[in-house]
């Protein structure tokens, strides 16, 4: 076997072992909170709203707070009352 053909596989194995191991730490953190820590959710969630969905993510974010306060107006009723107070 070459020089080559062993740091190839010696390359291939150690990304393999690195890809399983970064898997368990992943699966792991998504069976708790702690994936809030790791994962960078407005960033994930600007790139899903322009690439998968082609829409600016503001416009989607907006859509959903409307859509939430339609079905559940009381969960910012605290906040407004505040903010009826200061005025």
Excluded at 10 to 38: G, Q
Aim: with cysteine; aromatic share 10%.
């Amino acid at each position: 076997m070459g020089n080559w053909t062993r740091i190839r596989k010696s390359r291939k194995y150690l990304l393999s072992k690195w890809l399983k191991t970064e898997k368990a730490r992943l699966e792991s953190l998504l069976s708790n909170e702690k994936w809030k820590d790791e994962f960078q959710v407005k960033i994930i969630f600007a790139r899903l709203c322009g690439e998968a969905l082609k829409s600016d993510h503001v416009r989607i974010r907006d859509c959903y707070i409307d859509i939430a306060l339609a079905n559940k107006p009381e969960i910012l009723k605290d906040l407004i009352e505040i903010f009826e107070k200061i005025k």
